[in-house]
């Protein structure tokens, strides 16, 4: 067989059960999120679990039927820049500082995700 790649599912499942199977309760939304950065998938074939074919999206599936628990890949926004929701921008993207950083050039950013199960 091949090599196993990206997150390990068995994990990931255990995870969400133990969050779901919080002492107080939960009643909040599990997003599970990807940044392939144009390459994620939810549903690879072949994965990094004790059974090669639990994919990602196959384990928030055994739990999307009763709860708040959703994939979201950001491969799918990766090239929307938005402003934050305190000025009235809603949509999903990413946010973009203005500033370069003086060392490497770069500019930070990170996603803002509109907190639904909509954008799956």
Known sequence: MGSKRGTNTDLLRTLIQAILNHPDGFIGEIIVADNGQGGGRMDRYQNNAEDYSQSTQKVVDLFSRTSKVSTFLWDTIRQNRVNEYS?????????????????????????SLQPSLEHM
């Open 87 to 111: 000025s009235g921008d809603i949509n999903n993207g990413y946010i973009v500082n203005a500033t370069a950083d003086s060392e490497t050039g770069l500019k930070t950013s990170y996603p």
